[in-house]
């Protein structure tokens, strides 16, 4: 028993020695500010979410939330292009849903509503970007690369007039 006791210290002694025990350490208390970095990214677009949606995100609180959603991922070291992918989606929505909300000024008569296909691949952006961002960074671009790629093809497959105009503007001058 003393031999094995011994070896195990013997270990965790060369283990200090070589300041592994201080980057093990490090790494684990990185954990809990990861996961605080990745609530804030996940507080954040739940923000933009609602704010996307007339009446709800005038012009003002909606770019607030975007600029705390982007603030929230730069210190989640999100992928900017996935931040920015998002963006410009739910820019081109909060447009086209202000459109729609200055011509039946009442969520009953269709106020506020957008085109749902076009809603639905809004919506999957922020699921792509809640997604990577509890991902780890090593392999974010391998699981998630194809599934940006299909959203992108499936963003810009869009045909009708009103919502590509919207989103290409969105695209260059966005937030």
């Known amino acids: 028993m003393t031999l ?6 013997s270990i965790v002694g060369a283990l200090g020695t070589l300041g592994i025990g201080s980057i093990l ?5 990185g954990g809990k500010d ?7 990214v996940l507080e954040a677009l739940g923000k933009m979410e609602h ?3 007339a009446p709800h995100g005038e012009k003002p ?8 959603l982007e603030t929230a991922a730069l210190l989640g070291r999100i992928p900017r292009g996935y931040v920015r992918f998002y963006l410009s989606l739910a820019d081109a929505a909060h447009s086209l849903s202000y459109s729609s909300w200055n011509d039946y000024p009442d ?3 269709g106020g506020g509503g957008i085109n749902s296909k076009f809603a639905d691949l809004v919506r999957e952006a922020a699921r ?4 990577v961002s509890w991902s780890g960074r090593i392999f974010r671009h391998l699981r998630f690369a194809r599934r ?10 869009i045909t009708e007039p009103e919502i590509r105009q919207v989103i290409d503007r969105s695209r260059q001058y966005a937030l």
């Open 61 to 68: 609180a909606f770019v607030e939330a975007a600029r705390a």
């Open 148 to 157: 940006f790629n299909r959203l992108d093809a499936a963003v810009s497959a």
């Open 25 to 29: 350490g490090q790494w684990l208390a």
């Open 128 to 131: 792509l970007l809640a997604d």
């Open 4 to 9: 094995g006791l011994n070896a195990s210290l």
């Open 34 to 40: 990861r996961r605080e970095a990745q609530a804030r």
């Open 107 to 109: 969520e009953d008569e």
């Open 51 to 53: 704010s996307r949606w």
